[in-house]
């Protein structure tokens, strides 16, 4: 099982970023997947959840309307597009699955 993270950088608050997470060696399709976050000396936040189809997807008050997820299954993709980012949403993003199997991440720091 592979999960690679990318898109991650320095932004503006205000800017947005997309993060991208390629997934292998499972079926992606037929799982839930999650993006969760950790932030410096903080414990792991569940961001956002899709289901399977790509068609229910939830977040966490802190970042409700700023961010979006969403996937390809014909790519084994998964997507998270963030938008009026906030110097607290810095930390490093993980793609994770429905069993707990996380990528390396991919570090957002917003900053001025």
């Known amino acids: 099982v592979k999960l690679v993270e990318s898109g991650g950088g320095l932004v503006q608050p205000g800017g947005s970023l997309r993060l991208s997470c390629v997934v292998s060696?499972?079926?992606?399709?037929?799982?839930?997947m999650n993006w969760v976050r950790q932030a410096p000396g903080k414990g792991v936040e569940l961001v956002a959840r899709i289901n399977s189809y790509g068609t229910v997807a939830s977040y966490a008050d802190s970042v409700k309307g700023r961010f979006t997820i969403s996937r390809d299954n014909a790519n084994d993709t998964l997507y998270l597009e963030m938008n009026s980012l906030k110097t607290e949403d810095t930390a490093i993003y993980y793609c994770?699955?429905?069993?707990?199997?996380r990528g390396r991440g991919t570090q957002v720091t917003v900053s001025s």
């Open positions: 994770q699955d429905e069993y707990d199997n």
């Open positions: 060696g499972l079926t992606f399709s037929i799982r839930t």
